[in-house]
Each structure stands twice: as structure tokens, then as C-alpha cells.
């Protein structure tokens, strides 16, 4: 099953997810979406990603129901959002020289993330990293570039068979 996103008409940071016949509440970057995405631009890339893989806080939540693959974060596991590394863009495990943000945080929005298959394959240094689908924040500020919703609504995309997302242009906006 493919998701789709579709932003908000009047808003740079709020979007709807379709996944099947229901629609989520979801919020995106700080600048809304983009198809020239560049690493720290705070925009949502556009375009059809495939669904990597779910990572979860086992201390905090139970494993999600997914046909992806599943794995649990650990206090080590981190992201590599350093553009000058042969790991940009990819998992590590800290300590590690490369810059990077860590998967194990104290607030809740890691606590499900979902790898959006952007700028992967191969990952090119600048063109934008980190790409996730996570939990939305209490007072629902924009992501940096990620897509998020309610723990609620992402365990029903998780559980719905979901494999891919296509994240659409602001213009292209159902009316």
C-alpha cells in the first residue's frame, strides 16, 4: 500500500496523510514541501520513497504491527546527517567522528521512527538527510523535514501494510 501527503493550502507545515479511506492530521517541515531538497532547508522533500524500516524505543512502546522491518533503538544508534561522510545519510553507531543526531532522545518523537528511502541509494552529501516519519510533538511545531503524526495514526500506517509514501507538491493539492 502506498500513502500519500498532500500539504495544506493555507499552512507551510501542515499537511492530511491519506492511508487507504482515512486521513491523518500530519505536520511537515517548517518550510513546507520542496523537489530541490537540501540538507538543514527545514522542507519536506517531494516525491514517491519507498518505506525502509521502523525503529522503536522497547523501554517505552511495544514493538508497532509492520510488515517492515522492525528493530529497536538503542542508546548508541544514530543518523548521519554529515555531508563530508562515507555514512551520510545512513544509520551509525556512536561514538562516531561523522556529525550526526541520535536516535535515542529524552522527548517522545523517536520513539517510532520510520526511514523515508530519500536520498539513499545512493545518498549524495548535501542533497538532504534524516528523512523519517515520526511522532508529532505535543504542541505540534514543524518537523525539519520529516512527516509526523499521532502515535495513534502512525501505528495504523504502520499496521495498514504500508510500503511507500509519496509526499506531493503544495500545488497539487486535492481541492
Given at each position: 500500500?502506498i ?5 495544506a493550502?493555507?499552512s ?7 492511508c487507504?479511506?482515512?486521513i ?5 517541515g517548517k ?5 530541490r531538497?537540501?540538507?538543514g532547508?527545514m522542507?519536506?522533500p ?5 518505506l525502509r ?9 511495544e514493538?508497532p504491527?509492520t510488515?517492515?522491518?522492525l528493530?529497536?533503538?538503542t542508546?548508541?544508534d544514530g543518523?548521519?546527517d554529515d ?6 545519510n ?5 561514538p ?5 543526531e541520535?536516535?535515542?532522545?529524552e522527548?517522545?518523537?523517536y520513539n ?5 528511502g530519500?536520498?539513499d541509494?545512493?545518498a ?7 528523512i ?9 511545531t514543524?518537523?525539519?523535514g520529516?512527516?509526523?503524526?499521532s ?15 509519496t509526499?506531493?507538491a ?6
Amino acid at each position: 500500500m502506498i500513502i500519500h501527503v498532500w500539504p495544506a493550502s493555507d499552512s507551510h507545515s501542515d499537511a492530511k496523510l491519506h492511508c487507504g479511506q482515512t486521513i491523518m492530521s500530519a505536520v511537515i517541515g517548517k518550510n513546507g514541501v520542496t523537489s530541490r531538497k537540501r540538507e538543514g532547508d527545514m522542507c519536506t522533500p517531494v516525491g514517491h520513497f519507498t518505506l525502509r524500516k521502523v525503529y522503536y524505543r522497547a523501554d517505552r512502546v511495544e514493538p508497532p504491527q509492520t510488515c517492515l522491518p522492525l528493530a529497536p533503538i538503542t542508546s548508541q544508534d544514530g543518523w548521519c546527517d554529515d555531508p563530508g561522510s562515507e555514512l551520510y545519510n545512513h544509520f551509525l553507531i556512536h561514538p562516531h567522528p561523522a556529525r550526526h543526531e541520535m536516535l535515542w532522545r529524552e522527548d517522545a518523537v523517536y520513539n517510532i521512527v520510520v526511514v523515508i528511502g530519500y536520498n539513499d541509494s545512493p545518498a549524495v552529501p548535501g542533497k538532504g538527510s534524516a528523512i523519517f516519519m515520526h511522532l508529532q510533538r505535543p504542541d505540534l511545531t514543524p518537523t525539519e523535514g520529516c512527516v509526523a503524526l499521532s502515535e495513534h495514526d502512525l501505528l495504523e500506517v504502520l499496521a495498514s501494510g504500508a510500503t511507500a509514501i509519496t509526499i506531493h507538491a503544495a500545488a497539487d493539492t486535492p481541492g
